[in-house]
């Protein structure tokens, strides 16, 4: 290969990571964006937590774009095929996670009474160690860092733990007071997508691991 060729190609692959780290950085402001408008009833700012998925959407376009091009010109072999398939792959993923802000983004409004939930002043918590996960794993994917991949992956027990505390005390609302069950509901809702961006940070890890090692971690449930 070309020494030309060889620096294209590094360009590449700086550009497929800057891309991912944009995602990335949207990503968690819109996570963060999503719980402020929920706990202070804000809607303009869950609107622009909505539209803020778009320019997600947006850079996940391009980093395909940019997949497809460097496996067609570059050939691409062993780890640097590896990056660019997990690349890929992760795009996916956050533009997931930019779909679960903007679902809880649109449940502003919805709740009545927000006083009165506990789970509510839980779910800022919860939601502030789900968006460390997704900084923490693409921290990990930029330094390919297999060992902070699999601390990220330990956490989301910790995000799983918050769900079912949520659960049980939204359950508890409802069976006490029927008529809190359409606003319970609602913050239940939000409560699993938090759980969702952490199954999808565990994900991302996940590819990171295999990206840096060639394999995937150990216990995994594939």
């Known amino acids: ?23 990335g950085g949207l990503a968690e402001v819109a996570i963060q964006g999503a719980l402020d408008a929920l706990v202070n009833g804000d809607k303009e700012l869950a609107k622009k937590v909505v539209a803020s998925d778009k320019k997600i959407d947006v850079l996940e376009t391009e980093v395909d774009k940019l997949a497809v091009r460097i496996i067609a010109l570059r050939a691409p072999m062993a780890d640097d095929l590896r990056e660019v398939i997990a690349a890929l792959k992760i795009a996916g993923v956050v533009e997931r996670i930019g779909d679960y802000s903007k679902n809880i983004a649109r449940r502003v409004g919805e709740v009545e009474g927000k006083d009165r939930f506990e789970p ?4 800022p918590a919860m939601g502030e160690l789900a968006s460390e996960m997704v900084h923490d794993v693409l921290t990990a994917y930029a330094a390919r860092d297999p060992d902070l991949a699999l601390e990220v992956i330990a956490t989301d027990e910790k995000v799983d733990a918050f769900y079912n505390s949520i659960f049980r005390n939204l359950v508890s609302y ?6 809190t069950i359409s606003s319970a509901a609602q913050l239940l809702f939000v409560a699993r997508n938090l759980e969702r961006i952490g199954d999808h940070a565990t994900n991302v890890a996940e590819m990171v691991h295999f990206a840096a090692t060639g394999t995937y971690p150990p216990d995994d449930d594939r």
């Open 1 to 23: 290969m070309s020494e030309h060729t060889v620096k294209a190609f590094d360009e590449d692959i700086t550009r497929l990571r800057g891309l991912i780290a944009e995602m």
């Open 174 to 179: 409802m069976v006490e007071n029927p008529a």
């Open 120 to 123: 509510l002043t839980l779910l």
